[in-house]
Every structure is written in structure tokens, then in C-alpha cells.
């Protein structure tokens, strides 16, 4: 293995150390069973805390399509956690970025990085599942009515649950966030849309071979236009 290869690779030890646990154990509830939910959970139930989230999907639900980018300092995290093992095994490891130009494919560089992953979503969804044990979530758990002062929550069938703090991870149209700041704010307009598609490598048998040798991302840029693709 070359230098700059090593330099590249991930450690290899999968050991995580045990992480110091909190003084007072106090019991969270969190709203939304996503990554963020889910990543959440598990940072509080690693030091000791109590936690169940709450999620108003059926568990086999689909969890998104697509893919999420790890960068290294986010891939830290999860491997603190003890994901080293599970996160390499279905990561596919980025070794560059190709900057290109929109309008005419102009080549305009590259950037080779460190340790940078590329994950797909559902599975690190499932990773994070996995991980809490499946003890600590509630599937068909839909939130209708938060009391965000009394840290009390409503389920569609009529069971009150409460906790000493509530963490809403249920998206923008939620009942989290308008219950903490009063009104459903929308955010503010850019003017600009953001489409995220898959693209099957059987729909593009010609580059179905350079596909899967590819180890990288690109993204092109131009007057009010950009791409970013990676393999997933």
C-alpha cells in the first residue's frame, strides 16, 4: 500500500472507549424517529440518560432514498460511538472531489481528501436502529398535541407521555417547532430549488463498470446552476 493510500485509509481498530456517564440520569422523549432523532437518542442513552423516541412511521417504512455524505468529522463521531465496523463495511470511501463547470464540463480541479464516507440513507438509518437496540424507539407513535412547558406529549390514542425534556427531530412541519417558537416559521424564500434523485447503474450499462471503480464526487458549477454526485 502506497503512502498516500495509508494516509487515506481508516484506523483500523474498531474500539470506541467508554464514554463517561452522567451524574444525574434524567428521561428524554424525543419526537421523530429519523437520523437525527435516532442520533440523538443514542448520544443520550451512551452517558446513561433514559430515552424513547417516538415515531409515527411503521418501522418497515421506507427511510429516503439517496445517499448522505459523511465528512470526516462527522465519520468521527460515529465511529466514537462504536459504528466503525458497521460504517465501513457499507461505505464506499471518498479519495477526491472533481470541480467541473456547468454550462461546458470544463475540468477546473480536484481535491483529494482524507477519510471521507459515503453512506446511503436508509442504511444509516437502519445503522443507528441497530445500534439503540430497538428498546428505546416507539414505531405508529403519532404525536397530535406537545405541551412544550409541561414536557408532555399526546398520541393519536389518546396516551399522554411525559419526560423532564423534550426534543422535537420531527422536520419543519412538525408540531415541535412552532410549539417552541411560537408560530410556524416557514424561513426565508433563496429562489432556488433542490432536486435529489438516484439514478439505477442499469440504466447506464455503458458506465456501469467506471461506476463502481469510482471512489470520488464531483460538482459542477455555474450561474445559478450546480450539481453534486457521488456513488452510493
Not at 462504536?82 to 479519495?95: A, E, F, H, V
Not at 439503540?132 to 405508529?140: E, P
Request: with cysteine; aromatic share 6%; glycine share 10%.
Amino acid at each position: 500500500m502506497s503512502a498516500e493510500a495509508k494516509r487515506r485509509a481508516p484506523p483500523q481498530s474498531s474500539k470506541s472507549n467508554p464514554p463517561l456517564q452522567a451524574t444525574l440520569r434524567i428521561n428524554f422523549l424525543i419526537i421523530g424517529g429519523g437520523i437525527a432523532g435516532l442520533a440523538c437518542a443514542l448520544a443520550l442513552r451512551r452517558v446513561g440518560h433514559h430515552v424513547l423516541v417516538l415515531e409515527r412511521e411503521d418501522k418497515s417504512s421506507v427511510r429516503g432514498d439517496g445517499g448522505v455524505r459523511l465528512p470526516p468529522n462527522l465519520s468521527k463521531i460515529l465511529f466514537h460511538w462504536g459504528l466503525r465496523d458497521l460504517l465501513t463495511s457499507k461505505s464506499s470511501i471518498t479519495k477526491r472531489l472533481i470541480f467541473m463547470r456547468y454550462e461546458t464540463g470544463e475540468m477546473l480541479g480536484e481535491h483529494i481528501w482524507d477519510v471521507d464516507m459515503l453512506k446511503e440513507t436508509r442504511g444509516l438509518f437502519m445503522m443507528l436502529a441497530r445500534r439503540l437496540n430497538g428498546g428505546a424507539v416507539r414505531y405508529n407513535a403519532n404525536v397530535v398535541e406537545l405541551d412544550a412547558q409541561e414536557a408532555t406529549v399526546v398520541l393519536e390514542t389518546g396516551e399522554e407521555l411525559s419526560a423532564d425534556v423534550l426534543v422535537g427531530a420531527d422536520g419543519e412541519h412538525g408540531l415541535s417547532r412552532p410549539a417552541v417558537v411560537g408560530a410556524n416559521a416557514p424561513g426565508d424564500l433563496t429562489g432556488l430549488a433542490l432536486f435529489d434523485t438516484v439514478v439505477p447503474s442499469r440504466e447506464v450499462p455503458v458506465y456501469a463498470e467506471r461506476i463502481r471503480e469510482w471512489h470520488g464526487q464531483f460538482a459542477a458549477f455555474g450561474s445559478g446552476h450546480a450539481i453534486v454526485a457521488y456513488p452510493i
